[in-house]
């Protein structure tokens, strides 16, 4: 898939404030400085499209962008950030959780890891909680340019063993780097077929 226009549409605090459309939509979530922002300003091919922060936490809202008129990408506020007080986590919380469960044209979530550490327990919490309500869910590992080769695949199959103590198969993996473009091509391709499949 070739990306030929992007336009942000609206930020918004609530589910019910989204566009209203029946385009297919796509989350992309994952935990506080998982490198969300670079990896959707990488898909996107604009460096500018995702405001992204050193300092975890920087989305708070839910944000929609329409691409190529066909689809719309929405990006999700993260989660874990430890500097959050337990009122701002909780309301993020049921922000994410309204919008996942009641956001009608949501096709699937991007749910992104970071491949640089063990399985974390609200990654493992989330990925639990989206299979439950059967949201169709693909995982994206982050970052796996900063890993030698090795390294790297011991942190995927440990990961991989961990998600099968709970899970009878695993669901598709994706594997990317914002610095060096790893897993576009692958993305796009995915988002493509998935929405020919809905047209």
Known sequence: MKISSVTFVKSSTTFLQAPETILPEYAFAGRSNVGKSSLINMLLGNKKIAKTSATPGKTQLLNHFLINEQW???DLPGYGFAKSSKKDKSQWEQ?????ITKRENLTGIFVLIDSRIPPQQNDLAFL??????????????TKIDKLAKTKLAANINHYKKTLLEEWE????????????????????DFIKTTNAIKN
Request: hydrophobic fraction near 45%; charged fraction near 20%; charge should be negative.
């Open 128 to 141: 639990r909680w989206i299979g439950d309500h059967q949201i169709p869910f693909v995982i994206v590992f």
């Open 72 to 74: 719309y990408l929405c």
């Open 169 to 188: 198969e695993l669901p598709l993996l994706f594997y990317t780097s914002s610095i060096d473009e790893n897993g576009k091509k692958e993305i796009l």
């Open 95 to 99: 922000m994410v959780k309204n919008y």
